[in-house]
């Protein structure tokens, strides 16, 4: 049936629409029926298919684009942790304490007080400890994760509960972090978590689903139509978490149509085989909401927790040059087996060290199970050695970025890795673009804020919070890639850019509507904010 024959159910008029097509990358006009996009282009060539019963829209000249895919979160953390203790942003030790004294008085004895997302560069550097909060809390456990989710502080209640002590031996890949008389201070490394994880009470199922829809409202307010969910999984949690998850929440939300944005989920990469099932069974795309993406596994720790993997050891421990959270062998045989079986494969690597890692298993995969496309991922890739930035582009690798974690680094980065390191080997966006890297934005939400307006101004601007200038400046982004990174790449970088990503004839009609109707403005400056957001032709919000 040709376009001609077809009546719009809304046209979308008088804008400046970014498409992030490069066949046609702006339009004025746009018409939308069944949820995908009919046709784009001058505005009396899309009015030709407006009709009886189409809705109109005249924007008066703002611009839209495409609705934004956030390449990196985890939902239902970020949903669970709006109803519990909020620790970002604190920036004095009295404030930390303060607010964990508030949540005891609400809660019951013997219950935990669960949050996070304590930054203590905030505060000058020095590491909370459980002596800090143990007077407040002596009949509560408690548990607050740093805001990078590698590290977090337990009150000597949990510790106690869950038996560690200074007998207590460091597991393979974690660290308890103790005094120098070897007493545990209520912090716990990566795969060290474990040892307490299991005895803080499991989410229920009706509050993992008010957590999804909590989280999907948010995330359409701030432009998000498309997520990337990593799940509830990292060193020291148990795989089973994000299959639960997809059956308790994911498949319970589709079938009641409580779905409001779309999911590509992500799963344990232990669990490949069960994923590679799932897919045989389901396909790629079990309905419009939910997409099945691949596996994932972690290659080193954080920077902010130290336990980022460095050829070099940290300025301010100089013994220490991070964690391998893996072990090679095991990371490149699961790498091996996942790829075969066809499933994506994304890695969390964030030192230099942990990068050139995974670089090189990707490499080795490639040359034994042979060419395809298959778009393998690195999420972080925040520091590189010489010549990592060229083997993204050279490999086909996904560079799977965010650039808000840039705002939390810079000064953090410079302590502890020096001026130099720093300087050289930082979120570099620009030169992985210039290697023809594919170049993916998201959050890490709940780490980072969902907020890709923010993420794209960040990109552009590189200017952290009490600077003056521009950190890396010939790392700066144009306005046009950032907004791609957010977009067409995103969706590129898990398959989904057959359907999204693009405001292209064929493809769904997720777009936003923003405050500016100065697209010079907006491309100088990167400021707007979300007037609007439309998922499959239909307004989401407000």
Not at 77 to 101: P, S
Not at 193 to 202: A, F, G, H, N
Not at 434 to 448: R, T
Request: proline share 4%; aromatic share 8%; with cysteine.
């Amino acid at each position: 049936m040709s376009s001609l024959s077809l009546t719009a159910d809304l046209v979308v008029r008088n804008a400046v629409i970014y498409t992030s097509d490069e066949s046609l990358p702006f339009a004025d006009s746009m018409a939308i029926r069944n949820g995908r996009i009919l046709r784009l282009g001058n505005s009396s060539f899309v009015q030709e298919l407006a009709g009886n019963g189409t809705e109109e829209l005249d924007l008066g000249g703002k611009v839209v684009v495409p609705g934004f895919i956030d390449s990196h979160v985890h939902l239902l953390y970020a949903g669970l942790q709006m109803a519990r203790v909020k620790l970002q942003g604190v920036n004095r030790k009295d404030e930390f304490v303060r607010k964990i004294k508030e949540s005891v008085r609400y809660a019951k004895e013997d219950s935990w007080i669960l949050g996070g997302g304590w930054n203590n560069d905030l505060w000058g550097g020095e590491l909370p400890l459980a002596s800090w909060i143990d007077d407040i809390t002596p009949y509560n456990p408690v548990w607050l994760y740093r805001m990078d989710g590698h590290m977090g502080l337990a009150n000597s209640v949990a510790l106690k509960l869950s038996g560690i002590s200074n007998l207590t031996k460091d597991p393979e890949g974690g660290t308890i972090v103790r005094t120098v008389d070897g007493e545990p201070t209520g912090l716990l490394t990566d795969s060290a978590r474990k040892l307490l994880l299991p005895y803080i009470p499991e989410d229920t199922v009706s509050e993992r689903r008010e957590a999804l829809l909590k989280a999907s409202s948010l995330a359409l307010m701030r432009g998000v139509t498309t997520v990337v969910d990593f799940g509830r999984y990292y060193p020291g949690a148990s795989a089973e978490l994000s299959w639960k998850d997809f059956s308790d929440v994911y498949q319970w939300a589709d079938a009641s149509e409580k779905m409001i944005i779309r999911v590509c989920l992500f799963f344990p990469m232990e669990t490949w085989s069960r994923l590679h099932e799932l897919i045989e069974e389901k396909g790629r795309a079990v309905s419009q909401w939910i997409y099945l993406g691949g596996v994932k596994a972690f290659a080193d720790g954080s920077l902010g927790s130290n336990s980022a993997l460095f050829y070099e050891p940290y300025a301010n421990e100089p013994h220490n040059y991070g964690l391998q959270v893996t072990e090679s062998e095991i990371l490149s045989n699961m790498t091996m087996a996942s790829d075969k079986s066809g499933l994506q494969v994304a890695m969390h690597a964030i030192g230099d060290k942990a990068n050139d890692l995974i670089l090189d298993i990707y490499e080795s995969v490639v040359s034994t199970n042979g060419i395809r496309d298959r778009r393998f991922r690195i999420e972080h890739a925040q520091h590189f050695a010489p010549g990592a930035a060229a083997r993204f582009g050279r490999q086909g690798i996904v560079a799977s970025v965010q650039p808000l974690h840039l705002l939390d680094d810079a000064d953090s980065a410079t302590k502890k890795l020096g001026m130099d390191r720093a300087q050289k080997e930082s979120f570099l966006f620009r030169s992985l673009l210039a290697s023809n890297a594919l170049l993916a934005f998201g959050s890490d939400w709940p780490v980072a804020d969902i907020n890709p307006l923010g993420s794209i101004r960040t990109a552009m601007k590189r200017i952290p919070p009490a600077w003056d200038d521009a950190w890396i400046p010939s790392e700066c982004l144009t306005l046009n890639d950032a907004l791609k990174a957010h977009t067409i790449s995103a969706a590129s970088a898990c398959f989904l850019d057959n359907d999204l990503g693009s405001l292209s004839p064929g493809k769904l009609a997720d777009f936003v509507i923003l405050s500016t109707d100065s697209w010079d403005d907006f491309a100088a400056e990167g400021s707007a904010s979300i007037e609007a957001t439309y998922v499959s032709g239909v307004r989401a919000y407000p």
